[in-house]
């Protein structure tokens, strides 16, 4: 909501400095988006009149314009802007103007071009907040003359107030002002119009019938004789010009002005050109078609509201825009005002659909003032009467459905207990009477009628906000509770750090890939194209919900590979999204972690696994070679804890990389947090140490390739059972003198009991039993 | 039997190992040897020879200290004395040339080791922890630390715990404040990518009872073009608290708590009358840098009744107040990155400066 400081000094008598006014508006929850003095620093601006338009013979985005300043002669300038035509009156900047930013304006070449000058857009000239095009001026302004002077510009302030959903009141100055007074604790005063009324009465000449009570709350019509349409006075049409709204013709902008002062729309009819002078509320027939002000057909369906005359045919559809066949004209004569209340939820739904979303339609779906029309009605007719319009006596006005305003309790304690002030009920009371809330004691507590114009507050609670706001967030003191229970992470959590930690102690960097796919995505990773889609994504390359980590990486390190930089380790913890095997009320969302290695093989891949497998101290894992789709089918395992599969670990398939543009071998590691910080990890008991000798040996065997060296690992293991106490694979060997398919294992083991020095024999019969454990059962032999 | 023996000079009867048989020794002359061959030893294994030569069982000094015995006592004495610090002599000067060697042996040691760090100093380095996931973390940090827990919900969410519960009728206009983006999960329109983190305080007071004291970090999603400062993907942080007599004035000096503990001592927090359907009394939350300037952070606010009804609590028994803020957008202040975009983008140039 825009205002200017001058009109809300009409309702009030509020004063202070701008940004001091500023810093109160944005405490009473308008916050104040922006603030320019205007009328000011406008000397050396003049009238001109547009004589040519031209391109420029060297830029596309500056056009030559030739203007008259008053001599009759062409100046030319060159022009940013397209918005205007030949004959149109514009604000132009004279050489040696200081623009209120304090740039001077000089005569300059652009591309080669002479500009004698700038024309000025309404933010330039402190007018409204339009940077986008030239303001058009009121064609009978003088040409020549000082824009000030022709305008009667006068210094003001104009604040853009941001106005939550919650305060349709404050779209209209009074309300803001209302608040304002409040706040200064100044008296606040509406308007009482000053309209002579004579002719036949309103109600002998139009007839409205309300058939949905619930679209139309209520809906009051005046007539309006002596109609002459012409331009409007010019502090009028300055102000909407400084509200940013273009004035077009005396009646259209009197009702913008009525709207911006007090808050109602209004829509105006050739009383001449409806149908049986009679206005029909009610919803629309499927299919119906009219043909709004904007010359466009628009076909309406059954939840648009609209007003249809004597013989039913639809001449606007309600609060949104009206028709084209009832619209006013230079002939008009005679004007039915229509000031309505429609329901918000119906206004916002048709507007919506319709594309077509106004002023208007804002206030209507925030919800209106269903009692100031009578107050708008003259208004209306004060500010038209300067044109010489005659306001006929008699309103007719049918009402439907509004909302309820029982007096809300109000309880003195209640209000104390959720601000943590000390107010007493009487001071409750004299800060709501301020907004005209009007309070009723009742013993201890207030009765509350909430006023019209705030269909918002309709609860106790919401009482209670307007209390804390007129009384001021800032002067409620300010407490800390004590927590009454312990801050902690959860395993979980503390899991995932662990998670990260590891990562990072690594050298592998965290990446944030977005969780939207575009379609394709998953399958030229090599998984499952059935997915969770977006029903509504801005891009189809947003469309898709990953159901896998995989695409993010890869694209990741193609983005970095096409930027020169190789070789990256990097790594995501993040949800994905998988369709649940069984119904269930959301989707299966897990939590993976994904690792990609850049320039390495599986073997870096498989050493994420296990220093990962060690810092959540799980270590009961095996590794069972497999081959799912986009992994190499050659150089992938399952990795299984606790005999449950966790992931996979191995690299990425080299069509895959192909296919997402990765022009290096990648390592990846992917794992399903959810279920593998859900299979047992973390503290094991603990193992004494033992403090008797041990005794290493070393053991090589032959093997065949596809024998895994896990397997004899666990030959190894079981054979040693409790005196093997640490085992490892220090050296693989192919070729000679090991033979073609096979290759050499060689492994270092370390005996030790806990309680007794092993003798020799001991040891020579645990080594016996582990070479006969291999031997016997792989197809293995011991190397000499 | 005499022994010669005359001042500066010293004459011994030294028995010989083998036989026993006495001899004169030059013990001047025997020291001058001594030297002689000590200092000619060119490392420390001719060293240990010369040693076991001059010192060891079988040499001149050990044998003729074995004949002591058949000397009278005064001689044995005077004698005794004079072998010993020829003894003593030559100790020291083995132990002397001993260090020599020792320091030459480690020079050469050292220049042969010498090496070029910088010329090697590549290689190892630590990864980098997102700078999202360092805000979340540090975020995390402070409110465990002032007594909160940490909850967390689906990013997938349906239209009950994103809107219905918090206070958004269905149709409800306040639900246009937020560009909700759906999913074909359900029912049309009734599975959502979460607008918000406030969903989770509704499943917080589902999952558990009051008191509740929990941040609820998390990522959101809006239906937005991505620009320098709009992203379809976003993180935020929500609190919750849920007690007994909790008031706006609690609210009030929590968010000012967590102002000077998070930004520092210099800032400053107001709040500013809002608007949110969950939240009533509902603020803004602004935050006052040192130079005086203000930032609009957080909305904040009491929860609203029937937000406590929805998550089955009594809003006479039960108060409290909720606040959330983008969590993006304090990494991006804290590192005066100016881009939102580049924290999504992952180009390893940005990630590793943090």
């Keep these: ?784 | 039997m005499e022994v010669p023996y005359s001042a500066g000079v010293h004459h011994l009867a030294v028995a010989d190992g083998s036989d026993c048989s006495l001899m004169e020794l030059d013990l001047d002359k025997h020291l001058a040897d001594a030297a002689t061959s000590i200092e000619g030893a060119a490392n420390l294994d001719a060293l240990s020879e010369v040693d076991t030569v001059l010192l060891g069982k079988k040499s001149l000094i050990t044998a003729a200290k074995r004949t002591l015995g058949d000397l009278e006592p005064d001689q044995r004495r005077e004698v005794g004395g004079h072998l010993n610090e020829a003894r003593a002599t030559i100790e020291g000067l083995v132990a002397s040339r001993r260090t020599e060697l020792e320091a030459a042996t480690r020079a050469v040691r050292l220049e042969v080791e010498r090496m070029d760090l910088t010329e090697v100093d590549r290689g190892r380095r630590l990864g980098h922890r997102h700078v999202v996931t360092q805000t979340w973390d540090r975020l995390e940090d402070l409110f465990v630390g002032m007594g909160y827990t940490v909850a967390e919900g689906p990013e997938i969410e349906d239209e009950w715990h994103n809107f219905g519960a918090l206070n958004f009728p269905l149709g409800h206009p306040a639900r246009d404040m937020y560009d909700t983006l759906y999913v074909d999960y359900g029912e049309p329109q009734s599975t959502l990518l979460r607008t918000h983190t406030s969903p989770v305080q509704i499943r917080v007071m589902e999952a558990g009872e009051p008191p509740f004291y929990s941040i609820m970090p998390g990522r959101v999603f809006r239906s937005d073009t991505a620009d320098a400062t709009h992203m379809p993907v976003f993180h935020q942080i929500e609190a919750l608290v849920v007690d007994r007599d909790i008031t706006f004035a609690d609210l009030a000096g929590t968010l000012e708590t967590f102002t000077t503990a998070y930004f520092g001592a210099g800032f400053t927090s107001r709040l500013r009358p809002s608007y949110f359907p969950f939240t009533e009394p509902s603020a803004e939350f602004d935050i006052q840098r040192p130079d005086g300037s203000w930032l609009e952070l957080a909305g904040c606010g009491m929860v609203h009744p029937e937000v406590l009804r929805a998550g089955g609590l009594d809003p006479e028994e039960w108060s409290g107040f909720a606040f959330g803020f983008g969590l993006d957008r304090l990494a991006l202040m804290r590192h005066g990155i100016d881009d939102l975009r580049e924290l999504f983008r992952n180009d390893h140039r940005f990630l590793s400066q943090f």
């Design chain 1, 1 to 784: 909501m825009k205002v200017l400081l001058s009109w809300l000094q009409e309702f009030a008598p509020v004063d202070g400095d701008p940004t001091v006014i500023a810093d109160q508006l944005s405490s009473l929850g308008l916050a104040v988006e922006s603030m320019s003095i205007v009328g000011e620093g406008l000397d050396g601006i003049v009238v001109a009149r547009v004589l040519e338009l031209g391109p420029h013979p060297d830029a596309d985005r500056i056009q030559l314009v030739q203007v008259d300043t008053g001599d009759g002669e062409a100046l030319q300038v060159c022009c940013g802007a397209f918005n205007m035509s030949v004959g149109d009156l514009v604000p132009l900047a004279t050489l040696g103007t200081v623009m209120p930013d304090g740039m001077e304006i000089a005569r300059r070449k652009m591309r080669g071009e002479w500009s004698n000058g700038m024309l000025c857009s309404p933010i330039e000239i402190g007018m409204g907040d339009d940077h986008d095009g030239i303001l058009l001026l009121d064609g009978n302004l003088e040409v020549g003359h000082p824009l000030a002077e022709a305008m009667d510009l006068r210094s003001d302030v104009f604040y853009d107030l941001e106005v939550n959903p919650n305060r349709p009141d404050a779209m209209s100055v009074a309300g803001v002002a209302r608040d304002l007074a409040a706040w200064q604790g100044v008296p606040f005063t509406l308007p009482s119009p000053d309209v002579l009324e004579s002719g036949t009465d309103a109600t002998d000449r139009l007839s409205v019938e309300i058939l949905d009570p619930v679209l139309c709350g209520r809906f009051t019509a005046r007539v309006l004789d002596g109609i002459t349409i012409g331009p409007s006075p010019t502090w009028l049409a300055n102000r909407l010009t400084a509200l940013g709204m273009r004035p077009i013709n005396s009646v259209v902008d009197v009702s913008n002005y009525v709207m911006l002062e007090l808050g109602q729309p209004s829509h105006t009819f050739d009383l001449d050109l409806v149908a049986g002078s009679a206005f029909r509320v009610r919803r629309a027939v499927d299919g119906e078609t009219i043909v709004t002000l904007d010359g466009v057909e628009r076909t309406l369906i059954a939840t648009d509201g609209v007003v249809a005359d004597a013989e039913d045919t639809v001449i606007g559809i309600a609060g949104v825009m009206g028709g084209v066949s009832t619209e006013i004209h230079d002939g008009t004569t005679s004007v039915a005002l229509e000031m309505a209340w429609w329901d918000p939820m119906s206004i916002a739904t048709s507007a919506r659909r319709l594309g077509l979303r106004s002023e208007a339609s804002a206030r209507f779906e925030k919800g209106a003032d269903p009692e100031v029309a009578d107050l708008a009605m003259r208004r209306f007719a004060e500010l038209l009467g300067e044109t010489g319009a005659i306001l006929a006596p008699g309103m007719v006005d049918e009402r439907g459905q509004t909302p309820q305003r029982e007096p809300i309790r109000v309880r003195t304690d209640r209000v104390n207990k959720m601000l943590g002030t000390d107010l007493s009920r009487d001071r409750i009371a004299e800060l709501l009477d301020s907004i005209e809330f009007a309070p009723e004691p009742a013993g201890d507590d207030i009765d509350v009628v909430v006023p019209s114009f705030r269909p918002d507050s309709a609860t106790e609670i919401d009482v209670i906000e307007e209390v804390a706001r007129i009384h001021g967030y800032g002067a409620i003191e300010r407490t800390t509770p004590r927590s009454t229970i312990t801050g902690s992470l959860t395993q979980r959590q503390l899991d995932r750090r662990t998670v990260r930690t590891a990562m990072i102690g690594m050298g592998l960097d965290e990446v944030m890939p977005i969780p939207f796919l575009a379609p394709g995505d998953l399958a030229r990773a090599g998984l499952r194209v059935d997915g969770i889609t977006v029903t509504n994504p801005l891009v189809a390359e947003e469309s898709v919900m990953r159901a896998s980590l995989r695409p993010g990486l890869l694209a990741t390190l193609a983005y970095n590979a096409s930027h020169r930089m190789t070789g990256l380790g990097i790594f995501e913890v993040g949800h994905v999204y998988l369709l649940p095997d069984q119904p269930q009320p959301l989707p299966d969302e897990r939590e993976h972690l994904a690792v990609a290695l850049a320039g390495s093989d599986a073997a870096a891949a498989v050493g994420v696994w296990s220093a990962l497998a060690d810092a959540l101290a799980a270590r009961d894992y095996t590794l069972a070679a497999d081959d799912p789709a986009g992994l190499h089918p050659t150089r992938t395992a399952r990795i299984e804890v606790a005999g449950t599969a966790v992931g996979f670990v191995g690299e990425i398939d080299p069509g895959v990389l192909d296919a997402f543009g990765v022009p290096e071998r990648v390592a990846w590691l992917e794992v399903d947090l959810e279920i593998l910080l859900s299979l047992p990890h973390g503290d094991k008991p603990y193992a004494s140490v033992s403090r008797y000798p041990s005794s290493d040996i070393d053991l090589a065997f032959e093997v065949d390739d596809d024998v895994p060296a896990v397997e004899v690992e666990d030959r190894l293991r079981t054979a040693g059972g409790d005196l093997l106490v640490d085992l490892a694979l220090f050296d693989v060997f192919r070729g000679a003198p090991v033979g073609e398919g096979r290759r050499s294992l060689a492994f270092t083991l370390r005996f030790q009991a806990a309680d007794r020095t092993l003798t020799d024999a001991e040891v020579s019969g645990v080594r016996q039993a582990c070479i006969e454990a291999v031997e016997g059962n792989l197809s293995a032999n011991l190397r000499g």
